[in-house]
Nanobody, 118 residues
C-alpha cells in the first residue's frame, strides 16, 4: 500500500513556473514507477510525465522541454518542475505510483489544482 499526497499547486500567470511535489509513504517507494497525470474539465485524465524506479523519464509531447520530473528515493518524494506554463496546462494534477511487476498495484494521490491565467 502506498499513500500519496501532492502539494505545490496554485495560480500562476502564463510563462510562470511551479513545482509540484508528491510525498509517498507506506510501501517501499524506490520500487515503484511514478508518474504525474492531469485532468482538465471535460477531458480525460492524461499522462504528463513518468519516471521509472531506475530513473528513466518520459514526457507527453505537449510538455517536452518545459516540464521535468524527478525523484528523491531517500526522501520518498517525486517532483514535477513546470516552466513556461500555458493556460492549457490548467488542470488537476495527480501523482501516481505503479508497481513495475505487479502492475495492478496502482495508487493515486488526491490531486491538486494548477491554474494558469492572467
Amino acid at each position: 500500500q502506498v499513500q500519496l499526497v501532492e502539494s505545490g499547486g496554485g495560480l500562476v500567470q502564463p510563462g510562470g513556473s511551479l513545482r509540484l511535489s508528491c510525498a509517498a509513504s507506506g510501501s517501499i517507494f524506490s520500487m515503484y514507477d511514478m508518474g504525474w497525470y492531469r485532468q482538465a474539465p471535460g477531458k480525460q485524465r492524461e499522462l504528463v510525465a513518468g519516471i521509472t524506479n531506475g530513473g528513466s523519464a518520459n514526457y507527453a509531447d505537449s510538455v517536452k522541454g518545459r516540464f521535468t520530473i524527478s525523484r528523491d528515493n531517500a526522501k520518498n518524494m517525486v517532483y514535477l518542475q513546470m516552466n513556461s506554463l500555458r493556460p492549457e496546462d490548467t488542470a488537476v494534477y495527480y501523482c501516481r505510483a505503479q508497481h513495475p511487476i505487479w502492475s495492478s498495484r496502482v495508487y493515486w494521490g488526491q490531486g491538486i489544482q494548477v491554474t494558469v491565467s492572467s
